[in-house]
Protein backbone atom coordinates (compact mmCIF):
# COMPACT_ATOMS: atom_id res chain seq x y z
CA UNK A 1 0.00 0.00 0.00
CA UNK A 2 1.64 3.32 -0.93
CA UNK A 3 1.25 6.74 0.66
CA UNK A 4 -1.69 8.46 0.83
CA UNK A 5 -2.40 11.68 -1.28
CA UNK A 6 -3.59 13.50 1.67
CA UNK A 7 -4.86 13.66 5.29
CA UNK A 8 -8.36 13.20 3.74
CA UNK A 9 -7.86 9.84 2.44
CA UNK A 10 -5.93 8.60 5.62
CA UNK A 11 -8.25 9.42 7.54
CA UNK A 12 -11.41 7.94 5.26
CA UNK A 13 -9.23 4.35 4.88
CA UNK A 14 -8.95 4.64 8.85
CA UNK A 15 -12.87 5.08 9.35
CA UNK A 16 -13.46 2.08 7.27
CA UNK A 17 -11.90 -0.02 9.41
CA UNK A 18 -13.86 -1.79 11.95
CA UNK A 19 -12.34 -1.34 15.51
CA UNK A 20 -11.21 -4.63 17.04
CA UNK A 21 -13.77 -6.07 19.74
CA UNK A 22 -10.19 -7.02 21.82
CA UNK A 23 -9.18 -3.26 22.83
CA UNK A 24 -10.80 -2.25 26.32
CA UNK A 25 -13.74 0.37 25.56
CA UNK A 26 -12.47 3.82 25.78
CA UNK A 27 -9.15 3.53 25.25
CA UNK A 28 -7.28 5.43 22.02
CA UNK A 29 -6.11 3.56 19.22
CA UNK A 30 -2.97 5.23 17.61
CA UNK A 31 -3.14 2.79 15.50
CA UNK A 32 -0.05 0.73 13.13
CA UNK A 33 1.27 2.75 9.93
CA UNK A 34 1.10 0.39 7.02
CA UNK A 35 3.98 0.61 4.61
CA UNK A 36 4.77 -1.53 1.51
CA UNK A 37 8.41 -1.26 1.13
CA UNK A 38 11.69 0.37 2.40
CA UNK A 39 10.93 2.96 -0.18
CA UNK A 40 7.82 4.31 1.83
CA UNK A 41 9.78 4.04 4.59
CA UNK A 42 12.31 6.51 3.11
CA UNK A 43 10.06 8.70 1.49
CA UNK A 44 8.48 9.03 5.05
CA UNK A 45 11.47 9.90 6.62
CA UNK A 46 13.29 12.53 3.82
CA UNK A 47 10.14 14.41 3.47
CA UNK A 48 9.43 14.52 7.22
CA UNK A 49 12.92 15.95 7.54
CA UNK A 50 12.36 18.61 5.38
CA UNK A 51 9.65 19.86 7.39
CA UNK A 52 6.95 18.19 5.23
CA UNK A 53 4.24 16.56 7.20
CA UNK A 54 3.50 13.17 5.38
CA UNK A 55 0.24 11.37 5.81
CA UNK A 56 -0.30 7.55 6.18
CA UNK A 57 -2.38 4.80 6.04
CA UNK A 58 -2.78 3.29 9.80
CA UNK A 59 -4.42 -0.31 10.91
CA UNK A 60 -6.29 -0.36 13.43
CA UNK A 61 -4.86 -2.71 16.49
CA UNK A 62 -6.03 -4.86 19.38
CA UNK A 63 -3.50 -3.74 21.95
CA UNK A 64 -1.26 -1.06 21.65
CA UNK A 65 2.22 -2.21 19.80
CA UNK A 66 5.12 -0.25 19.18
CA UNK A 67 5.17 1.17 16.16
CA UNK A 68 8.74 2.30 14.62
CA UNK A 69 7.77 4.27 11.45
CA UNK A 70 5.45 6.08 13.69
CA UNK A 71 8.06 6.96 16.48
CA UNK A 72 10.91 8.17 13.71
CA UNK A 73 8.66 10.53 12.11
CA UNK A 74 7.88 12.10 15.63
CA UNK A 75 11.24 12.46 16.49
CA UNK A 76 11.73 14.02 13.22
CA UNK A 77 8.74 16.32 13.82
CA UNK A 78 10.39 17.13 17.06
CA UNK A 79 13.73 18.31 15.08
CA UNK A 80 11.50 19.79 12.16
CA UNK A 81 9.03 21.86 14.15
CA UNK A 82 10.30 22.23 17.17
CA UNK A 83 13.83 23.01 16.77
CA UNK A 84 14.83 20.02 19.58
CA UNK A 85 18.16 20.62 20.74
CA UNK A 86 20.61 17.66 20.19
CA UNK A 87 20.91 17.28 23.64
CA UNK A 88 17.54 16.34 24.30
CA UNK A 89 16.89 14.36 21.26
CA UNK A 90 19.94 12.17 22.27
CA UNK A 91 18.32 11.85 25.46
CA UNK A 92 15.31 9.89 23.67
CA UNK A 93 17.46 7.66 21.58
CA UNK A 94 16.60 4.24 22.43
CA UNK A 95 17.68 1.80 19.81
CA UNK A 96 19.39 1.97 16.82
CA UNK A 97 16.97 3.42 14.79
CA UNK A 98 16.82 6.56 16.76
CA UNK A 99 20.56 6.66 16.79
CA UNK A 100 20.77 6.27 13.12
CA UNK A 101 18.07 9.77 12.95
CA UNK A 102 20.08 10.99 15.00
CA UNK A 103 23.40 10.46 13.23
CA UNK A 104 21.41 11.97 9.75
CA UNK A 105 19.49 14.93 11.27
CA UNK A 106 22.13 16.55 13.50
CA UNK A 107 25.74 14.91 11.89
CA UNK A 108 28.01 17.00 10.23
CA UNK A 109 28.17 15.17 6.89
CA UNK A 110 27.43 15.46 2.99
CA UNK A 111 23.95 14.51 1.22
CA UNK A 112 25.04 11.18 -0.15
CA UNK A 113 26.15 9.97 2.95
CA UNK A 114 23.29 11.47 4.74
CA UNK A 115 20.96 9.68 1.99
CA UNK A 116 22.81 6.55 2.47
CA UNK A 117 21.61 7.05 6.11
CA UNK A 118 18.12 7.41 5.12
CA UNK A 119 18.64 4.48 2.88
CA UNK A 120 19.34 1.95 5.81
CA UNK A 121 17.12 3.57 8.54
CA UNK A 122 14.31 2.81 6.18
CA UNK A 123 15.40 -0.66 5.55
CA UNK A 124 15.83 -1.60 9.32
CA UNK A 125 12.40 0.19 10.04
CA UNK A 126 10.79 -1.77 7.63
CA UNK A 127 11.95 -5.00 8.95
CA UNK A 128 11.12 -3.79 12.43
CA UNK A 129 7.53 -3.02 10.81
CA UNK A 130 6.95 -5.91 9.00
CA UNK A 131 7.38 -8.13 12.75
CA UNK A 132 4.81 -5.87 14.45
CA UNK A 133 2.31 -6.19 11.82
CA UNK A 134 2.75 -9.44 11.39
CA UNK A 135 2.02 -9.23 15.26
CA UNK A 136 -1.37 -7.50 14.93
CA UNK A 137 -2.52 -9.60 12.11
CA UNK A 138 -2.25 -12.66 14.52
CA UNK A 139 -3.95 -11.28 17.20
CA UNK A 140 -6.25 -9.73 14.60
CA UNK A 141 -7.10 -13.58 13.46
CA UNK A 142 -7.24 -15.15 16.49
CA UNK A 143 -9.90 -12.24 17.47
CA UNK A 144 -11.64 -12.77 14.20
CA UNK A 145 -12.08 -17.12 15.19
CA UNK A 146 -13.20 -16.59 18.62
CA UNK A 147 -16.15 -14.50 17.30
CA UNK A 148 -16.64 -17.15 14.51
CA UNK A 149 -16.63 -19.67 17.27
CA UNK A 150 -19.01 -18.02 19.60
CA UNK A 151 -21.73 -17.22 16.74
CA UNK A 152 -21.71 -21.05 15.66
CA UNK A 153 -22.27 -22.42 19.60
CA UNK A 154 -24.91 -19.53 20.00
CA UNK A 155 -26.60 -20.81 16.90
CA UNK A 156 -26.06 -24.41 18.24
CA UNK A 157 -26.98 -23.89 21.66
CA UNK A 158 -30.47 -21.91 19.84
CA UNK A 159 -31.28 -25.06 18.33
CA UNK A 160 -31.13 -27.50 20.77
CA UNK A 161 -33.25 -25.03 23.14
CA UNK A 162 -35.95 -25.69 19.83
CA UNK A 163 -35.74 -29.01 19.84
CA UNK A 164 -36.51 -28.95 23.60
CA UNK A 165 -32.77 -30.47 24.11
CA UNK A 166 -32.07 -28.33 26.61
CA UNK A 167 -34.74 -25.82 29.35
CA UNK A 168 -33.86 -23.00 30.42
CA UNK A 169 -35.49 -21.29 33.72
CA UNK A 170 -36.40 -17.27 33.33
CA UNK A 171 -36.58 -15.18 36.20
CA UNK A 172 -38.70 -12.17 36.08
CA UNK A 173 -36.04 -9.36 36.79
CA UNK A 174 -38.44 -6.33 38.79
CA UNK A 175 -36.29 -2.73 38.08
CA UNK A 176 -35.28 -1.32 40.78
CA UNK A 177 -35.57 1.90 42.66
CA UNK A 178 -34.46 4.77 40.45
CA UNK A 179 -34.41 2.19 37.20
CA UNK A 180 -36.54 2.61 34.49
Given at each position: ????????????????????????????????????????????????????????????????????????????????????????????????????LFMALYGDMEDDKKGALFVKLSKILFDAQKEVQKQ?????????????????????????????????????????????
Amino acid sequence: MSLPPDDKTAKKHWLKQEAPLGRPWGTPDPGLTQVSSPADIREIVTRESQGEQVPTYRQRTASNLPDPVARSQGMIRQFTQKGIAADKFMKQCENVEDMILFMALYGDMEDDKKGALFVKLSKILFDAQKEVQKQNNITLDREARQIKNTLENQKKLQKLLEKGAITVDAKEVKPRDGDA
